[in-house]
T-cell receptor, first 117, second 113 residues
Framework: NAGVTQTPKFRVLKTGQSMTLLCAQD?????MYWYRQDPGMGLRLIHY???????AKGEVPDGYNVSRLKKQNFLLGLESAAPSQTSVYFC????????????????FGEGSRLTVL | QQQVKQSPQSLIVQKGGISIINCAYE??????FPWYQQFPGKGPALLIA?????SEKKEGRFTISFNKSAKQFSLHIMDSQPGDSATYFC????????????FGTGTRLKVLA
């Protein structure tokens, strides 16, 4: 079991460039999330999804878009990167609880470090 | 009201000592309080969690103490070891939600050998 896999692990962009971060999970989880981690700020939720074809905004959604076309994948897009988006991005997934196996636990990927020059 | 305030920002403890990290929240609708542990270069991983119907939960050397009236909870690491050196995040989530956690700002723990 790979768990939650994020690609790429590292990326350097120039201001104004676009890119997509890919998250894949093999645990058949309904819920998926994108967080960003910045020093002294903890983890802040960007967007999340409660199922295939659905997305919703989190705490800091501006400048990002997401898509969940398949249950196992959650994509995070930056249309026009800005230096303020330099961060470490974490994808996470969790079960919904409907299957009786719910624990509330988030399973995180290892992160994608993005630098915007 | 959605914030979770965590302290201290950093902590240095001698091997064998007790590490204590504190968190406070405002929203009484929060009903699940996990602690996550993160090693450098890795994603956070669930360490231990508690619900507000109990005042304490212990798993090995790790204990959560929960004070519902004060809206505070804390993580105690007994007999701290160098391998416990990591960043610890407290979090809270709302009842019946999609477990959109509100995370604290993190505590960087260093345990000296």
């Amino acid at each position: 079991n790979a768990g939650v896999t994020q690609t790429p692990k590292f990326r350097v962009l120039k201001t104004g460039q676009s890119m997509t971060l890919l998250c894949a999970q093999d645990m058949n989880h309904e819920y998926m999330y994108w967080y960003r981690q910045d020093p002294g700020m903890g983890l802040r939720l960007i967007h999340y999804s409660v199922g295939e074809g659905t997305t919703a905004k989190g705490e800091v959604p501006d400048g990002y878009n997401v898509s969940r076309l398949k249950k196992q994948n959650f994509l995070l897009g930056l249309e026009s990167a800005a230096p303020s988006q330099t961060s470490v991005y974490f994808c996470a997934s969790s079960s919904s609880g409907t299957s009786g196996t719910f624990t509330g636990e988030l399973f995180f990927g290892e992160g994608s470090r993005l630098t915007v020059l | 009201q959605q914030q979770v305030k965590q302290s201290p920002q950093s902590l240095i403890v001698q091997k064998g000592g007790i590490s204590i990290i504190n968190c406070a929240y405002e929203n009484t609708a929060f009903d699940y309080f996990p602690w996550y542990q993160q090693f450098p270069g890795k994603g956070p991983a669930l360490l231990i969690a508690i619900r507000p119907d109990v005042s304490e939960k212990k798993e090995g050397r790790f204990t959560i103490s929960f004070n519902k009236s004060a809206k505070q909870f804390s993580l105690h690491i007994m007999d701290s070891q160098p391998g416990d050196s990591a960043t610890y995040f407290c979090a809270a989530s709302l009842k019946g939600g999609t477990y959109k956690y509100i995370f604290g700002t993190g505590t960087r723990l260093k345990v000296l050998a």
